[in-house]
């Protein structure tokens, strides 16, 4: 079928990684770049990769089949109408847009250009996410009822757009769309109820850090969590079924999962607990309970970008669909709107 020529808007961190490790050299020919910075464009000179005059002459080089938009997020929504009306099909970084209005809008304008438009919603892809869902599927713990998914660091928010409200900066976009956006492909089931609490603790107009609450109509109840601020980190995941508990440590996968046994005349026995005696909370007698690793994780069948030249090419169905999308953005305006803050 040929490789695809594809050009890269923005060559900052994110645009230079799809350059130099992410794009697969057996569908993609590299055209070449733009960006707004001429530093940013030097490096891409010095990295041998065509650097292009303007936005305007990436669109009317008729080579360029497709295009990567790799931008500060508030401006996702003009590139992208740009693109697809300069006929070229669109992979689009995430956030898709600051706003479902916005997703709607380029949508359209995908449809009525018959342009593939996709969103990089890469993190479907992750290892411990894929652990996850095979702990859903196989059941090692039971029916799972309890998700918690966390992200911590320590290093504030980075960069400079990401603290600006205008350019759709704070955790929410920037983290929270990907911790979302797998939780509503793990639980399939409508959301019931959602709780968020933002923190500003750091003093920026954005969030530095949340945490979300999401009650699904199926009983399973998630907590979506990001911090900034945190010099000792949580474990990445942490889920409770109705046969033991698991947990996934970070994403190097380690982590591990305690199951009940058959046995249920081991009982526990009465624990010293601080200045206390505890039945309740000792741990679960030796016969009562195994530890299980977790589970191999079933890697995609296909990459992102494999799908991406599918989609384009042979009209193959996308991983990431833009429904699936526009319910997370939906999902983020409700988190923005009825946030409580905490500091
Ligand atoms: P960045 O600041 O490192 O890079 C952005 C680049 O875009 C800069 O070089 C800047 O000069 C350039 N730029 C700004 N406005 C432009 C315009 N109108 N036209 C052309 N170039 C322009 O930011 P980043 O971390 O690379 O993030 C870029 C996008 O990638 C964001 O949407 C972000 O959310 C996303 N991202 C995704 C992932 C992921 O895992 N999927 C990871 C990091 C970033």
Same mark, same amino acid.
């Given at each position: 079928? *040929?490789?695809?020529?594809?050009?890269?808007?923005?060559?900052?961190?994110?645009?230079?990684?799809?350059?130099?490790?992410?794009?697969?050299?057996?569908?993609?020919?590299?055209?070449?770049? $733009?960006?707004?910075?001429?530093?940013?464009?030097?490096?891409?000179?010095?990295?041998?990769?065509?650097?292009?005059?303007? +936005?305007?002459?990436? &669109?009317?080089?008729?080579?360029?089949?497709?295009?990567?938009?790799?931008?500060?997020?508030?401006?996702?929504?003009?590139?992208?109408?740009?693109?697809?009306?300069?006929?070229?099909? %669109?992979?689009?970084?995430?956030?898709?847009?600051?706003?479902?209005?916005? +997703?709607?809008?380029? /949508?359209?304008?995908?449809?009525?250009?018959?342009?593939?438009?996709?969103?990089?919603? =890469?993190?479907?892809?992750?290892?411990?996410?894929? #652990?996850?869902? @095979?702990?859903?599927?196989?059941?090692? !713990?039971?029916?799972?009822?309890? !998700?918690?998914?966390? #992200?911590?660091?320590?290093? *504030? !928010?980075?960069?400079? $757009?990401?603290?600006?409200?205008?350019?759709?900066?704070?955790?929410?976009?920037?983290?929270?769309?990907?911790?979302?956006?797998?939780?509503?492909?793990? #639980?399939?089931?409508?959301?019931?109820?959602?709780?968020?609490?933002?923190?500003?603790?750091?003093?920026?107009?954005?969030?530095?850090?949340?945490?979300?609450?999401?009650?699904?109509?199926?009983?399973?109840?998630?907590?979506?969590?990001?911090?900034?601020?945190?010099?000792?980190? &949580?474990?990445? $995941?942490?889920?409770?079924?109705?046969? *033991?508990?698991?947990?996934? @440590?970070?994403?190097?996968?380690?982590?591990?999962?305690?199951?009940?046994?058959? =046995? =249920?005349?081991?009982?526990?026995?009465?624990?010293?607990?601080?200045? *206390? /005696?505890?039945?309740?909370?000792?741990?679960?007698?030796?016969?009562?309970?195994? @530890?299980?690793? +977790?589970?191999?994780?079933? +890697?995609?069948?296909?990459?992102?970008?494999?799908?991406?030249?599918? %989609?384009?090419?042979?009209?193959? @169905?996308?991983?990431?669909?833009?429904?699936?999308?526009?319910?997370?953005? /939906?999902?983020?305006?409700? %988190?923005?709107?009825?946030?409580?803050?905490?500091?």
């Amino acid at each position: 079928m *040929g490789k695809m020529n594809i050009a890269i808007i923005g060559y900052g961190g994110m645009g230079s990684y799809h350059a130099s490790t992410l794009l697969p050299e057996e569908y993609y020919t590299l055209a070449g770049i $733009w960006d707004i910075s001429k530093q940013q464009r030097a490096k891409a000179e010095e990295a041998d990769i065509k650097v292009y005059e303007s +936005l305007e002459a990436v &669109l009317a080089d008729d080579e360029v089949e497709s295009i990567i938009i790799a931008t500060p997020n508030d401006s996702h929504k003009d590139i992208s109408i740009a693109a697809l009306e300069a006929g070229k099909h %669109v992979i689009c970084e995430k956030p898709v847009m600051l706003s479902s209005e916005e +997703l709607d809008e380029v /949508l359209e304008v995908a449809e009525a250009t018959d342009r593939v438009f996709m969103v990089h919603q =890469n993190r479907r892809w992750d290892p411990d996410f894929l #652990v996850v869902r @095979e702990l859903f599927h196989n059941k090692q !713990i039971g029916d799972i009822f309890h !998700i918690e998914s966390r #992200v911590h660091g320590a290093n *504030g !928010i980075p960069g400079d $757009w990401r603290h600006m409200k205008a350019q759709g900066g704070g955790m929410v976009l920037d983290w929270g769309v990907h911790l979302l956006d797998q939780i509503h492909t793990l #639980v399939d089931s409508p959301i019931a109820k959602v709780r968020s609490d933002l923190s500003f603790v750091l003093g920026n107009e954005v969030d530095d850090g949340f945490t979300i609450t999401i009650l699904h109509e199926n009983g399973i109840k998630s907590v979506v969590e990001v911090g900034t601020t945190n010099f000792v980190k &949580l474990p990445r $995941w942490y889920l409770k079924g109705t046969k *033991g508990t698991a947990i996934i @440590e970070d994403w190097d996968l380690s982590g591990r999962t305690i199951v009940a046994t058959d =046995n =249920n005349a081991a009982t526990p026995q009465p624990i010293q607990a601080g200045v *206390g /005696l505890t039945k309740t909370m000792a741990p679960p007698s030796e016969e009562a309970a195994e @530890e299980i690793p +977790l589970p191999t994780p079933h +890697l995609m069948n296909e990459s992102f970008y494999f799908n991406f030249y599918r %989609v384009v090419r042979e009209e193959a @169905e996308p991983i990431v669909k833009n429904n699936e999308v526009r319910e997370v953005m /939906l999902l983020m305006e409700q %988190v923005f709107n009825e946030a409580d803050i905490i500091n």
